[in-house]
């Protein structure tokens, strides 16, 4: 399949330790949280600020929690993740889809569904991330907010050389140049909340950009 690389990447940037295909390391549901509880409330408090009660939400790369705030009512949710046990058991989606989006980028979705999507402590797995961005542009209302956040913590074998090569910054950074160069992408804001004093808890990153 070809792919969209970013500027300055070389090929290998997007290889893993564990090339096997995803299907087999997901097939285990994990109902565990990735990151702790104070990176997660960060997570939420940028939904809270990001996402409009009352809109349709994607949940990309999904599983058993979307960390959406409790107080607020959503349209509908929709999670895309790759174990179907974790999303079944997701008490905030209201339908949800098994794909890998290293096999199938294109989402099966229409044009302008959604008014808004997250993408949670995952991004450093998509081998494809320019044609995955590209798409859920395409699936997006125009302004409609992406809100992308990461950790320091990743299932190693699966997270791509170029996110093992990086720093935070450069996480933030090349996040920024996947939106980039999937075009369409505007007010793209990189951002450090992690939880204060640093070192207690994980850190939180996000990266939000408009459709
Ligand atoms: C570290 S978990 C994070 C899950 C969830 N977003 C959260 O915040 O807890 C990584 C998630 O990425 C999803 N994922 C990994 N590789 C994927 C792929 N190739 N296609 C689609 N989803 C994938 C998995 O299903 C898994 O739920």
């Known amino acids: 399949m070809s792919q969209s690389l ?7 940037a997007f290889r893993r330790l564990d090339e096997t295909p995803d299907a087999e390391f997901y097939r285990q549901p994990r109902f565990v949280t990735h990151i702790d509880d104070r990176a997660i409330a960060a997570v939420t408090q940028l939904y809270r600020e990001y996402f409009p009660a009352q809109s349709a939400l994607l949940d990309l790369m999904s599983s058993w929690v979307s960390h959406l705030p409790p107080e607020v009512a959503y349209r509908r949710v929709v999670g895309l993740g790759m174990n179907e046990q974790e999303l079944r058991a997701n008490p905030r989606l209201s339908r949800y889809v098994v794909q890998d989006l290293n096999q199938q980028h294109a989402l099966p979705f229409q044009d302008a569904e959604f008014n808004g999507a997250a993408i949670c402590v995952s991004i450093d797995y998509l081998t494809q991330p320019v044609e995955v961005l590209r798409e859920l542009r395409r699936v997006l209302e125009p302004g409609a907010p992406v809100v992308v956040t990461f950790s320091n913590r990743c299932f190693p074998s699966k997270a791509i050389a170029a996110w093992h090569a990086l720093d935070s910054r450069g996480h933030l950074a090349l996040v920024r140049t ?28 996000a990266v939000v950009a408009r459709a």
């Open 178 to 205: 996947y939106l980039e160069a999937a075009g369409g992408w505007h007010s793209i804001e990189l951002l450090d909340r992690s939880p204060q004093p640093p070192g207690r808890s994980d850190p939180l990153y």
């Open 6 to 12: 970013p500027p300055d990447l070389p090929p290998g």
